[in-house]
């Protein structure tokens, strides 16, 4: 008995460990959401954050306390498994509270330095009662040059993409629309099927501030590389480059998602999603790194006709979405599986739906509707 008052003492030690990563882990994360513009708190991340360290620790207790009465069961059977039983609950004990305090170390490590990496810009608007005040100032200290006209002067080498001019950019607002501004980044799809926040969503708005309407959007084909295709399919044309006065949304394909931006005017533009993760800013680049579409009224664009009946299915215990998707007949010559397949199509549909849980399953018992995909 004194044994197991022991390792229970020593769990009890090793769950305040745990407890302290935890808690190390909730201040990061907090002084994160309090300095990182345009970032909200989410009760829900840290009441999953508490369970899963309730949950460890329960675990952890369950499996000395499981092993010890094993031994027990043994000596009224006549055996000794003493050390085999204290053997198992050290190690289970010694596993599971480094395991949840490493894990919990590790987020507190990489919020820390999101935070410290974070490009932190405050962007004067023309709305605020000291702004003239603020340009009349940069004007006089700049003698009215462009930052990359400073640099140059001062003999300084541009670098691609990486020179900003912000002090002398503070008339470009943020227009970007609630509620897609304030949620937290990919949680909600804007009417041309894009998450909030994500380069793409802030370049469908900024066409439907110009022309009064979104672009219709195709499900699992929104990322910015697939744009090469969107834009002429709504009916904006490739141009060699963009013209003061003109406006066009910039492409480019390169990495696993691509990059799309406004532009503004000379090599100025403003995006969403590039110096800071969800964020909006405003830099200077390089044009000839871009495919650029000028972004002007055309005809209505004619989306792909497509069925409007759809399918009605209520989800049970023990489905598989894939095979759902096969006994509705809704398979396609997409395949199944893949970037472009048949689940991700229709898992777009049931995000919409809201039918998904916390993990991403299907809730059971819900009834789903999905449109047919057209080959």
Same mark, same amino acid.
């Given at each position: %008995?004194?044994? *197991?008052?022991?390792?229970? !003492?020593?769990?009890?030690?090793?769950? @305040?460990?745990?407890?302290?990563?935890?808690?190390?882990?909730?201040?990061?994360?907090? !002084?994160?959401?309090?300095?990182?513009?345009?970032?909200?708190?989410? &009760?829900?991340?840290?009441?999953?954050?508490?369970?899963?360290?309730?949950?460890?620790?329960?675990?952890?207790?369950? &499996?000395?306390?499981?092993?010890?009465?094993?031994?027990?069961?043994?000596?009224?059977?006549?055996?000794? !498994?003493?050390?085999?039983?204290?053997?198992?609950?050290?190690?289970?004990?010694? $596993?599971?509270?480094? =395991?949840? =305090?490493?894990?919990?170390? @590790?987020?507190?490590?990489?919020?820390?330095?999101?935070?410290?990496?974070?490009?932190?810009?405050?962007?004067?608007?023309?709305?605020?009662?000291?702004?003239?005040?603020?340009?009349?100032?940069?004007?006089?200290?700049? $003698?009215?040059?462009?930052?990359?006209? +400073?640099?140059?002067?001062?003999?300084?080498?541009?670098?691609?993409?990486?020179?900003?001019?912000?002090?002398?950019?503070?008339?470009?607002?943020?227009?970007?629309?609630?509620?897609?501004?304030?949620?937290?980044?990919?949680?909600?799809?804007?009417?041309?099927?894009?998450?909030?926040?994500?380069?793409?969503?802030?370049?469908? /708005?900024?066409?439907?501030?110009?022309?009064?309407?979104?672009?219709?959007?195709?499900?699992? #084909?929104?990322?910015?590389?697939? /744009?090469?295709? #969107? *834009?002429?399919?709504?009916?904006?044309?490739?141009?060699?480059?963009?013209?003061?006065?003109?406006?066009?949304?910039?492409?480019?394909?390169?990495?696993?998602?691509?990059?799309? %931006? /406004?532009?503004?005017?000379?090599?100025?533009?403003?995006?969403?999603?590039?110096?800071?993760?969800?964020?909006?800013?405003?830099?200077?680049?390089?044009?000839?790194?871009?495919? /650029?579409?000028?972004?002007?009224?055309?005809?209505?664009?004619?989306?792909?006709?497509?069925?409007?009946?759809?399918?009605?299915?209520?989800?049970?215990?023990?489905?598989?979405?894939?095979?759902? !998707?096969?006994? +509705?007949?809704?398979?396609?010559?997409?395949? *199944?599986?893949?970037?472009?397949?048949?689940?991700?199509?229709?898992?777009?549909?049931?995000?919409?739906?809201?039918?998904?849980? @916390?993990?991403?399953?299907?809730?059971?018992? #819900?009834?789903?509707?999905?449109?047919? #995909?057209?080959?």
């Amino acid at each position: %008995m004194q044994d *197991l008052v022991n390792i229970m !003492i020593t769990t009890g030690v090793g769950l @305040a460990i745990l407890g302290t990563a935890y808690a190390l882990d909730l201040l990061v994360g907090t !002084i994160k959401v309090l300095f990182t513009k345009d970032m909200k708190w989410s &009760w829900r991340k840290m009441g999953e954050d508490l369970v899963k360290a309730i949950l460890i620790a329960i675990a952890t207790e369950a &499996w000395v306390v499981l092993w010890y009465v094993a031994d027990w069961y043994a000596v009224k059977c006549g055996l000794d !498994i003493s050390s085999f039983t204290s053997a198992m609950s050290i190690a289970g004990m010694v $596993g599971g509270i480094t =395991a949840g =305090a490493f894990w919990y170390l @590790a987020s507190a490590g990489e919020n820390l330095l999101n935070f410290l990496n974070t490009k932190h810009v405050v962007l004067p608007s023309t709305g605020d009662p000291d702004y003239a005040g603020i340009a009349d100032k940069v004007k006089e200290i700049t $003698g009215g040059k462009s930052g990359k006209q +400073l640099i140059e002067e001062a003999g300084g080498k541009l670098d691609g993409e990486d020179v900003t001019d912000q002090a002398g950019k503070g008339g470009i607002a943020n227009t970007y629309p609630e509620p897609y501004k304030s949620a937290v980044k990919d949680t909600i799809l804007d009417p041309s099927i894009c998450w909030n926040r994500e380069c793409v969503s802030y370049c469908s /708005w900024k066409i439907c501030e110009l022309l009064g309407r979104w672009m219709p959007g195709v499900a699992g #084909r929104m990322s910015a590389k697939y /744009w090469i295709d #969107r *834009l002429p399919e709504w009916g904006f044309k490739e141009v060699a480059k963009p013209r003061n006065g003109g406006k066009y949304v910039g492409v480019t394909t390169v990495g696993q998602y691509g990059h799309c %931006m /406004w532009f503004e005017f000379d090599n100025t533009v403003s995006e969403y999603n590039y110096s800071s993760t969800g964020n909006f800013d405003v830099r200077e680049v390089n044009l000839a790194q871009y495919r /650029w579409y000028e972004i002007k009224a055309a005809p209505e664009p004619t989306p792909t006709p497509t069925p409007t009946k759809k399918v009605k299915y209520t989800y049970k215990q023990g489905d598989t979405f894939g095979q759902v !998707i096969c006994d +509705l007949g809704l398979k396609t010559s997409h395949g *199944l599986w893949g970037e472009d397949g048949d689940v991700a199509y229709y898992t777009e549909q049931l995000i919409a739906q809201g039918a998904l849980d @916390a993990n991403g399953n299907v809730i059971v018992g #819900r009834t789903i509707y999905l449109t047919p #995909r057209v080959d």
